[in-house]
């Protein structure tokens, strides 16, 4: 998981590229996000994970 995230919000490649690199289908990789985001949005409660969020969209941005 930790390794999607960084690939995904940290490097900003797409879903495809994921896949490749690590050698699964896209779908997986879709299903592997969403499953780590629901994980973040229970962990960290509501307000922590929109500024999660919106950090990583600002960050990816730039």
Request: no cysteine; net charge negative; aromatic share 0%.
């Given at each position: 998981m930790r390794e999607l995230m960084r690939m995904s919000f940290?490097?900003?490649l797409r879903n495809a590229e994921i896949a490749e690199r690590l050698g699964v289908a896209e779908i997986t990789v879709k299903k592997r996000k969403a499953r780590m985001l629901a994980m973040l949005r229970e962990r960290l409660g509501p307000e922590a994970y929109l500024l999660l969020i919106l950090l990583w969209r600002l960050a990816g941005t730039q």
């Open positions: 940290i490097e900003g």
